[in-house]
Nanobody
Framework: QVQLVESGGGLVQAGGSLRLSCAQA????????MGWFRQAPGKEREFVAH????????FYADSVKGRFTISRDSAKNTVYLQMNSLKPEDTAVYSC?????????????????WGQGTQVTVSS
């Protein structure tokens, strides 16, 4: 079992920045492919970003490409999501997740462990 704890959410004005963290804990902690998802009220969970084992390969949703950056510190078992130029439509609960190692990247079903999420609110 892998426990994931997100932090760094909050309230920010449009155009501002936030950095989310996702720390692993538990006996099964290790180097996994990881992803960030978000879910706004009344909407489906949405893929945001994915990072490979060594952090050298990343993939982003079109809606955040060029504004968000996913990275990892393997020594700390932590994954980050740097969010710049935030927009009101980025408002959501952001969750990190451990990938199952398969070929899918953007589907929630490809992720096996999930954190509780952290709220990001962007005001206009």
């Amino acid at each position: 079992q892998v426990q994931l704890v997100e932090s760094g959410g909050g309230l920010v004005q449009a155009g501002g920045s936030l950095r989310l963290s996702c720390a692993q804990a538990g006996r099964a902690s290790g180097i996994y492919r990881m992803g960030w998802f978000r879910q706004a009220p009344g909407k489906e969970r949405e893929f945001v970003a994915h990072v490979a084992y060594r952090g050298d390969v990343t993939f982003y949703a079109d809606s955040v490409k060029g504004r968000f950056t996913i990275s990892r510190d393997s020594a700390k078992n932590t994954v980050y999501l740097q969010m710049n130029s935030l927009k009101p439509e980025d408002t959501a609960v952001y969750s990190c997740a451990v990938h199952n190692g398969g070929p899918e990247i953007t589907m929630a079903r490809a992720y096996i462990y999930w954190g509780q999420g952290t709220q990001v609110t962007v005001s206009s």
